[in-house]
């Protein structure tokens, strides 16, 4: 699948998904956010970073560009559109997925490797249901908040889990609500997670050799 990996000012993840992509066998390439030509791909990713410096709040200044624009169209019409990390803010600052992504319950930027349980089907996590997970979070606003704590749980596709798939928490790393890691919009064409599945596709980089971010990255195949 013709897969775009969307740059902003300050994206720093770009070149490490498009490395995790091309492992994964995935047609991809980096586009600039002030070249982004929706039509010629099936697929775009949001990597993560800090577009826009995090000024006002993370996500937010990249959320109002036409690129994004350009996005929710692709999102509407049944594309594929990822956010991982700072792409997930960027996802629910533009209101393409519901939500908002808070500061830390702590405060500080967390930087470690989580288990996190797949409680859905969508279009990247079709047959991994209730499989866990091991991926690396580094943020410092992920905690994931929603008005409506059964919107929620439909909304959940990731949980904050222990090896065995036991969504407690004591294994939530952020304060976020149900443990939420990552959600999905009804259709599953959307989806936006905290982890980074790109850091977690490499043997030699990865805790214990784990590949489980291929996982999910080969359904761009
Ligand atoms: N890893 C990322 O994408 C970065 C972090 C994000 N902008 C934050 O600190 O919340």
């Not at 036409?66 to 956010?83: H, Y």
């Not at 969508?122 to 979070?137: A, H, Q, W």
Request: with cysteine.
């Amino acid at each position: 699948m013709k897969t775009a990996v969307i740059k902003f000012p300050g994206t720093t993840c770009d070149c490490d998904v498009l490395k995790a992509l091309r492992e994964a066998k995935v047609d991809s390439e980096i586009v600039s956010y002030k070249s982004f030509d929706p039509d010629k791909y099936e697929a775009v990713i949001i990597p993560g970073g800090f577009s826009f410096g995090d000024y006002l709040r993370a996500g937010s200044i990249a959320a109002s560009t036409e690129t994004m624009k350009k996005i929710k169209e692709m999102a509407n019409n049944g594309k594929i559109v990822l956010g991982i990390c700072n792409g997930f803010q960027i996802l629910v600052e533009s209101g393409i997925l519901k939500g908002a992504l808070l500061p830390n319950l702590n405060l500080r930027f967390i930087s470690k490797w989580v288990y996190v349980k797949v409680v859905k089907s969508s279009y990247l996590t079709k047959g991994l249901e209730n499989k866990v997970l091991r991926l690396p979070i580094a943020h410092a606003e992920g905690r994931y908040y929603i008005n409506d704590i059964e919107e929620a749980k439909n909304l959940a596709l990731f949980q904050y889990s222990d090896e065995k798939g036991n969504v407690l928490e004591k294994y939530n790393p952020n304060g976020s609500l149900l443990n939420i890691a990552g959600i999905s919009n009804e259709e599953g064409n959307v989806i936006g997670l905290m982890p980074h599945p790109e850091r977690a596709s490499f043997k030699e980089t990865s805790i214990d050799s784990t590949t489980d971010g291929l996982l999910l990255l080969r359904g761009l195949k």
